[in-house]
């Protein structure tokens, strides 16, 4: 019995052994990779892998994405009618004036159709969520009031066009357009991409998420500085 019990705590030992040493076959314990920068406001990192080449790397942030956001009008209700019919989404760009829009090709838009089943503000925020287009619905209250307020992906291409084609005898979709022809809602802010320099070479990114710029590495940008430099250092 004693044999048999010291053969346990000699096998408990082995397998701590084993562990320790299945560790040592992983290629990222020996190129493991550290990271340090400055105190600052403009970035921050949120993912480093041993695949990230050490060096020194100076950053600019020139500017940050922001997605597009667009309002409608005031509805004294958020379950009343709006009116049926459908709504055409595509992407792009507006100018400055937003009064000409540009369609990127690359990106696909969607048709929304708003029936018995969601004729209210409600039921078209709820139909553009699902729609899983990339954009986003909420109704904000305001004094009482409801407004529709539509935000797109950051980006100054992932800006949208909506066009209403209303059902006969149905109608009020239309005050949700917001397209070349009409615009019953309002820009509150415009799409645009974030400007970096990455050792002085200067990128454009529709995101503020940067997954390419310094292999291995992730960077969250919030916020801009036209004098600030940020000196990232990888090191083995």
């Not at 690359?106 to 159709?113: A, F, Q």
């Not at 969601?118 to 990339?134: P, Y």
């Not at 009020?172 to 309002?186: I, K």
């Not at 820009?187 to 200067?202: C, P, S």
């Amino acid at each position: 019995e004693s044999q048999i019990s010291d053969f346990g705590v000699l096998r408990n030992a082995f397998s701590t052994l084993e562990t320790a040493a299945s560790a040592l076959s992983s290629a990222d314990s020996f190129n493991a990779k550290s990271v340090s920068l400055p105190t600052t406001t403009l970035l921050s990192i949120n993912k480093l892998e041993a695949a990230a080449a050490a060096g020194s790397y100076s950053l600019n942030v020139d500017q940050v994405a922001k997605a597009q956001s667009i309002s409608s009008g005031d509805f004294t209700s958020q379950t009343s009618p709006v009116g049926k019919g459908t709504l055409a989404i595509r992407f792009g760009s507006w100018d400055a004036g937003t009064t000409t829009f540009t369609v990127d090709s690359t990106k696909t838009g969607g048709t929304i159709t708003i029936d018995d089943s969601n004729n209210s503000l409600i039921g078209v925020r709820d139909a553009i969520n699902k729609a899983n287009l990339g954009i986003s619905a909420s109704v904000v209250s305001d004094s009482g009031k409801y407004k529709l307020l539509v935000t797109s992906p950051s980006g100054e291409t992932n800006e949208v066009e909506i066009t209403a084609t209303e059902t006969p005898g149905s109608l009020g979709l239309s005050s949700f357009d917001f397209n070349q022809a009409t615009r019953n809602m309002t820009q509150q802010q415009g799409g645009q991409d974030a400007k970096i320099r990455m050792n002085g070479m200067a990128l454009t990114r529709s995101s503020n998420h940067l997954t390419d710029g310094i292999p291995g590495m992730e960077i969250d940008l919030a916020n801009s500085s036209l004098t600030e430099t940020v000196n990232i250092t990888v090191s083995a």
